[in-house]
């Protein structure tokens, strides 16, 4: 038997998992529940429909589907605020490898997966106006001047990407000694716009074919001796309620960067819990 201190959601399993009833209904509301949550068409921060819809949709009562959202708000996958609603918290999307462009994550990060040392070279950093893709991605004004970043980055001394990136001047920055020692150890933008404590919460990225040159500048910081395609990835990432913060423009030497787009189809409706279950009855005959 549950004790009291248990919580609620433990002790409605240990009640009912056993049976086979109420439980294993709430079971299969959470991984249906779960499995469109992690699909791709949901951001952290939506507004999920009300109750009543998604009980619905599932095909349950209300009850097993407080049950099965108790479960989901424990894992962090939603939240419920009282009045308002329930948002999407985290979610999970498998995919094979980091290099994930659903997922906003420093190439810091990927490169200590694989064990790569990085740094940089070329490093310029300098106030001023900017124009074009930039200053229109960021939505500055002509005269507005924007802190812009561009540099070489470097893996076990071989070059892997030129990178230019442009900062909203209202992002507090460190003193360009600090900035410039941070990006010197291998350390992103992206890093020192979250150790700042900036809210940072998504991208719009887009991948670019590119044909460079060997007469091209590009080329000859990433060490190109002949015309060769390479990835650019442009990248505006936003933080709080959807501000600009931060432009970029990463190209990177051939075999320097594998991207990996993990795609689902986009469930506008969860899967009905009856549905699930009679599937699940249909794999344990076989």
């Known amino acids: 038997m549950a004790s009291r201190g248990e919580p609620a959601a433990h002790r409605q399993r240990a ?5 086979g009833g109420h439980g294993s209904l709430v079971d299969s509301a959470e ?28 095909g349950v009562s209300r009850g097993t589907l407080r049950s099965a959202l108790q479960r989901l708000e424990e894992s962090g996958e939603i939240l419920r605020r009282q009045g308002s609603g329930t948002f999407v918290g985290r979610t999970a999307a498998a995919s094979a490898l980091g290099e994930r462009l659903e997922r906003l994550e420093p190439y810091s990060s990927v490169a200590a997966r694989r064990g790569l040392s990085l740094s940089c070279r070329d490093l310029v950093i300098e106030r001023r106006t900017i124009a074009g893709e930039a200053r229109e991605a960021l939505g500055l004004a002509p005269i507005a ?27 507090e920055l460190p003193e360009d000694e600090e900035l410039a020692a941070q990006l010197h150890a291998g350390k992103m933008v992206l890093d020192v716009l979250l150790s700042q404590g900036l809210p940072v919460t998504y991208a719009q990225t887009r991948v670019i074919p590119r044909l460079l040159g060997p007469r091209d500048r590009i080329a000859r910081r990433l060490g190109v001796r002949r015309t060769t395609a390479v990835l650019e990835l442009e990248e505006l990432i936003f933080a709080g309620r959807g501000d600009r913060v ?7 030497a051939p075999g320097a960067l594998d991207v990996v787009v993990a795609r689902s189809l986009e469930n506008a409706r969860p899967a009905p819990v009856v549905g699930l279950r009679r599937a699940a009855r249909g794999r344990r005959r076989r």
């Open 15 to 19: 009640r009912t998992g056993a049976t």
């Open 31 to 58: 991984q249906a529940l779960h499995t469109w949550l992690a699909g791709g068409r949901w951001r952290q921060g939506d507004r999920l429909p009300p109750e009543h819809e998604l009980a619905a949709m599932l």
């Open 145 to 171: 001047q924007a802190t812009a970043i561009s540099r070489t980055l470097v893996a076990d001394a071989e070059p892997v990407a030129v990178m230019f990136d442009f900062v909203h001047p209202a992002v």
């Open 246 to 252: 931060a432009y970029s423009r990463d190209l990177f």
